[in-house]
């Protein structure tokens, strides 16, 4: 076992060591860290629903109702009413016919790219897409092409040049670490023209995006029978887990096909409640993306180009270096605020930053002083 600490110490000596912080209470946008209120702008509770009364609230009366375990598989008997609420409810909420949860994102992802994928077909896969959809495109033995992010001509070129039986277009909506939002219409036409379904990962844009928190797709007001939605719920809509959803048939086939469904234990059914009474919150109470745009803009007249170009609460302050960003990261941790740096192998070698997450949990106040600190 020698090399595990060879690795950790050459993993260090590079500053690329990562570390937990220890929370001692609640995501919000103050915590509490060893002792000390900090600030936060590291989570992605963007809408401040992960502590919201009405939702521990609603994981009560679950627990209450169903326990904490769900004790099986959905296959077996793990499987409630409360789960299949919160999945019709999900479906109507971003305007899809049907809809499946999972235990996280990570596992959504896995489950459904694996399933609708196989070695005769192909992945056309943004190269600055989320590690779960790499893993996943891996996994499903189909063939990968990345594509330089965003370009939509490389795109094209791909798809032109592919005799595969299925292809299949694969984007985060709203990309993770540079907050930048995917040209999805477009996307979408290169998809109806080459017939290739895309699938799309919206776990920033689910509750953020669109009048009602729809996401990505009523931000864009699109639909079409060629889309796979996963949106994550432990995000924005502060819960856990994530959901797949698309035509009519779609979570059907996965319940048959994707084993991240079928080889897991399901989702505790408060969760489920928990999912209900946020979809609840997140669809009325529209002023809370509201005032995230007013924090986005407030940041971005005060930072300018310091920033990397993005209209969502993912904004990245670029450093270059990671021992930079290190010390930038410590010395706003002096002055009580807590933003995370981010290195490499989450964004390539010599873009290290400082990923800025807003919530509407922040009040202007919080901005100002985060404003302050970084001038
Ligand atoms: C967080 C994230 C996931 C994983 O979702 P979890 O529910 O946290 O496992 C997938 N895709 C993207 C783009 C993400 O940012």
Known sequence: MDFLAEEISRIESAGLLRKRRRLEGPQGARVEVEGRIYSSFCSNDYLGLAAHPKLVEAAIEGAGRYGVGAGASHLLCGHTDAHEKAESALADFVGLASALLFSTG???????I???????????CDRLNHASLNDAAQLSRAKMVR?????LEELESRLAGSAARRKIVVSDAVFSMDGDIAPVPELLELCERYDALLFLDDAHGFGVLGGHGGGILSHFDISSPRIVYMGTLGKAAGVAGAFVAGCGNLAQYLVQ??????????QPAMLAEAILASLEIIGGESWRRERL????????????????????????????ENQAALDLSARLRERGILIPAIRQP??????????????AAHGEEEIGDLVCALK
Do not use: C, W
Request: no cysteine.
């Open 114 to 124: 694996t399933a609708l994928a196989e070695r005769q077909d192909e992945l056309f």
């Open 106 to 112: 990570y596992m959504a992802n896995l489950g459904a």
């Open 346 to 359: 989450t964004v390539p070698a010599g873009t290290a930053r400082l990923r800025i997450s807003l919530s």
């Open 293 to 320: 745009k007013s924090h986005v803009a407030t940041l971005k007249s005060a930072l300018g180009n310091r920033l990397m170009p993005s209209d969502t609460p993912i904004q990245p302050y670029v450093v270059g």
């Open 147 to 151: 594509y330089r992010h965003l370009d």
């Open 257 to 266: 096909k994707a084993k991240t469904y079928v080889y897991t234990t399901a």
